[in-house]
């Protein structure tokens, strides 16, 4: 007994050393789980929707101010198509709203060149305000209905032509009121302008001489330059020749022609100029020096 003491009593020092396993289960970390950072959060700038706003302007506006020389030439290509009386000026008004509302929705992200998508924007408000403005507006075709019924009834209860007074008389105005009338139906195409009051119908019908580009001698002329042109074409290298059609035959920009040809547009530029030097020595070489040689 006493030795089992002794032993106890030596073994005490040695069981206090040891680490004692507490009874409570030790928390076990999650795997996976990285351990927090305590850095601050960096934050960005506020952003200013005004200045955004601003700068998105200012780009619409210099793409605007780049490509308003395609308005023109779209208008004056559509102007040639159309009656006299038609003002070019408010063709390149709408175009030029057409190519705002391109610049508007136009998205880069579409690979689409931005010439090609304003053409088309462009031509289309052209097109739709020579729509709502008919050529003649509702007002001037419904002068022209009652034109038409009165001139009928007369016709039929007088059995015979009215005369200007008469029609004059029928629609409740004066003489002078009814031919500045029948001008303006004249001017936007209603009428023909071969017509003749009753009084003077036995007049020849006025003579209206043709445009000069319209005339026999210059269509033959003209055919001829294109021949030779084609001619001077066929001197060109391929490259060269295809710039010159691109341009010249399918109005494409010098821009376009560079995607197409997979050159930067500078590039273009100087094939075009080389392209006509070249043509230039080639028609000179036949002797023709300029167009009015034709």
């Not at 950072?37 to 700068?55: I, R, S």
């Not at 008004?93 to 690979?111: M, R, S, T, V, Y």
């Not at 105005?173 to 003749?196: F, H, K, P, Q």
């Not at 490259?239 to 547009?265: A, C, D, P």
């Amino acid at each position: 007994m006493m030795t089992m003491t002794k032993c106890k009593t030596a073994a005490a020092p040695v069981l206090r050393a040891l680490p004692i396993k507490s009874s409570r289960p030790t928390p076990v970390k999650p795997m996976g789980v990285a351990p927090a950072l305590h850095a601050p959060a960096q934050q960005k700038p506020p952003v200013n929707p005004a200045a955004q706003q601003a700068a998105k302007l200012a780009r619409r506006d210099r793409v605007v101010l780049e490509h308003l020389p395609l308005v023109k030439a779209i208008a004056v290509r559509v102007h040639e198509n159309l009656p006299v009386h038609v003002d070019l000026d408010d063709l390149v008004h709408a175009g030029i709203l057409g190519l705002f509302d391109a610049a508007n929705k136009f998205n880069p992200e579409k690979q689409v060149v931005f010439s090609s998508y304003a053409k088309h924007r462009i031509k289309g408000a052209i097109l739709d305000s020579l729509r709502q403005l008919d050529w003649a507006s509702r007002d001037m075709r419904r002068r022209h209905k009652q034109v038409e019924a009165a001139t009928r009834d007369l016709a039929a209860s007088l059995q015979r032509n009215p005369t200007e007074a008469e029609v004059a008389a029928k629609l409740g105005m004066d003489v002078e009121r009814w031919r500045n009338m029948m001008l303006d139906l004249r001017n936007v195409g209603l009428i023909s302008a071969s017509t003749r009051s009753n009084e003077n119908e036995d007049l020849p019908a006025p003579d209206f001489p043709g445009k000069p580009e319209s005339q026999p001698d210059s269509i033959c002329a003209r055919e001829q330059l294109k021949n030779v042109l084609g001619e001077a074409m066929k001197t060109l290298p391929e490259r060269y020749r295809k710039v010159v059609l691109l341009y010249y035959s399918n109005e494409m920009t010098m821009k376009e022609i560079g995607g197409v040809l997979g050159i930067n547009e500078s590039r273009v530029s100087q094939i075009h100029k080389s392209a006509l030097e070249k043509m230039m020595v080639a028609l000179q070489a036949n002797g023709i020096t300029s167009s009015q040689a034709f």
